[in-house]
């Protein structure tokens, strides 16, 4: 029993020194002071000031063939022969295909009957044998007959309006042209031809830059496939409306193809240059990217020997200096490009040479 008491007090004991301890160990928030940091850092600055650089403006698109035409006759009709196949170069004025000569004869026949009848009627008219409503009547019949031989001919012997490439045929000698839509563009045609060089593209272009775009501006042309190749083009159409919907006007761009590498649905970065700008410049070791984000800021040096973080964004960039873009900053600031990597808003400074 004695033994049990003393257990008893010597936990009592144990109770109030465990007690007593936790209660001093306790701070009160309020009355604890944050250590201000009083480090003077070193630091180098720079004076901010603009630059002329140049402002391209760059935009996805798809390659066109500069023109395309899908080709038939002004009628149906039988086809005699097509001279040429999928993938065949053609010249301006080849002939590609020759439609059934029946009409054509016909034609050529009622012509030449009109053409005598007309000269007869020219010279009894002359000589006052004839009167003037009947020598209108043959001139008229001779008119109509030639502009229908003309109409045939043009439609019987189909030549090639363009330098291009054959890169469709939907029929072949024998068939009936019918003149039922029969291409992937949903129009009638007996071949598709393209031109390839130049090629083209239409580019949308946002609508801020509509006063900036000219006529002949020039343009640099990259495809994925030649990675190293620049093909060089120029605007050569500015459309005259701006889309509701996209707040984007389009232009068209000539791309220049002599080797023919490049071919229609290529897809294609063009850059445009629209002219030149005056801009912040920096050097890419005076902004510092915050751990984690993507957020970028710059260090200035106050004139009382501390700092001011200000949030940029990133422009152009050319080798190892930036545009830097904020309404916070202006020309003749004292941004740091040394000695910032520990710096925060407000810290202690000290500028070196």
């Not at 590498?261 to 005056?278: A, K």
């Amino acid at each position: 029993m004695k033994q049990i008491k003393i257990l008893f007090a010597l936990s009592l004991v144990a109770l109030v020194v465990v007690s007593c301890g936790k209660k001093t160990s306790v701070e009160d928030p309020a009355t604890t002071e944050a250590v201000a940091d009083t480090t003077v850092y070193k630091v180098k600055v720079m004076t901010l000031a603009q630059q002329k650089i140049a402002r391209p403006v760059e935009y996805n698109a798809n390659l066109m063939p500069y023109e395309e035409i899908n080709y038939a006759p002004a009628s149906p009709g039988r086809i005699e022969e097509i001279m040429v196949e999928i993938g065949t170069r053609v010249s301006k004025g080849q002939v590609i295909a020759r439609m059934e000569a029946t009409q054509l004869q016909q034609a050529k026949e009622q012509y030449e009957n009109a053409r005598s009848n007309f000269e007869r009627m020219d010279t009894l008219y002359k000589l006052n044998s004839i009167s003037e409503q009947v020598y209108e009547g043959a001139k008229t019949q001779y008119e109509v007959s030639k502009s229908s031989y003309d109409f045939l001919k043009k439609n019987t012997l189909l030549v090639s309006p363009i330098n291009g490439i054959v890169t469709g045929k939907y029929f072949e000698g024998g068939e009936l042209y019918s003149g039922a839509p029969n291409t992937p563009a949903g129009k009638a045609a007996i071949v598709t031809l393209m031109q390839i060089n130049p090629m083209k593209a239409i580019v949308s272009i946002s609508e801020k830059y509509f006063p900036l775009t000219k006529k002949g501006m020039k343009a640099d042309v990259k495809v994925d496939i030649f990675p190293n190749r620049t093909f060089k083009g120029e605007i050569s159409r500015i459309y005259p409306t701006i889309s509701a919907d996209t707040r984007s006007f389009e232009v068209e761009i000539v791309i220049n193809n002599n080797d023919e590498v490049l071919r229609p649905g290529m897809f294609s970065r063009v850059s445009i240059n629209m002219g030149q700008i005056d801009a912040l410049i920096l050097p890419a070791i005076a902004v510092v990217k915050q751990e984690g984000t993507n957020d970028r800021y710059v260090f200035l040096a106050n004139g009382d020997n501390t700092t001011r973080k200000i949030k940029v964004e990133i422009g152009q960039r050319f080798d190892d200096k930036l545009e830097i873009i904020s309404e916070e900053l202006k020309e003749g600031d004292q941004v740091i490009f040394a000695g910032q990597d520990k710096l925060m808003d407000k810290s202690l400074i000290t500028i070196v040479q």
